[in-house]
């Protein structure tokens, strides 16, 4: 009997501690997350980089900075949006940002870097056909 009671608490005890030791499986994503957050700001999801903040600061007061990152534009097509945003949304003059601005975009979102992290497509693949 009293070993029944011993081996029961011994039991206890390493279920106990396989759970505690398990917790930290529990979350798989968690150590790719932090991974992916170095290079990421984590309030607005813009590419961490040296002209990070002025971006931050001259395109994210108006709206979300998911309006950025749903988009892949070549330089020339960011500088028309932000014509486009000059004329009709108030956008002001960026002024000597404008380049530094335009250098972050065409760096981190041209249309070669797909939004979902995807590799991007295949190229010259050799097709076969497959043998019946
Ligand atoms: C003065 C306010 C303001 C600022 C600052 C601003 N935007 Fe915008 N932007 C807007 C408005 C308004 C829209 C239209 C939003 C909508 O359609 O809901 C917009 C839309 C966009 C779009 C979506 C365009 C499309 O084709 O749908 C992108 C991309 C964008 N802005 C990028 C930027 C970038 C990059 C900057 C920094 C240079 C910036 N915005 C700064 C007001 C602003």
């Known amino acids: 009997m009293r070993t029944n009671i011993i081996f029961l608490c011994v039991a206890v005890v390493a279920f106990c501690l396989a759970a505690i030791r398990r917790e930290p499986s529990a979350y798989p994503s ?10 990421v700001d984590k309030e607005t999801g ?9 971006v931050k600061a001259q395109c994210t007061s108006c709206h979300s900075p998911k309006l950025i990152l749903q988009h892949r534009f070549t330089r020339d097509e960011w500088l028309s949006k932000i014509r486009w945003m000059q004329r009709n949304h108030k956008l002001w003059d960026l002024g000597e940002s404008e380049k530094t601005v335009l250098d972050y975009l065409a760096k981190h979102y041209a249309p070669s870097q797909s939004a979902y992290s995807r590799r991007e497509a295949l190229r010259n693949v050799k097709w076969y056909k497959l043998e019946n």
């Open 30 to 39: 968690a150590t790719l997350t932090a991974a992916v957050a170095d290079s």
């Open 46 to 54: 813009l590419a961490l980089d040296p002209n990070f903040m002025i």
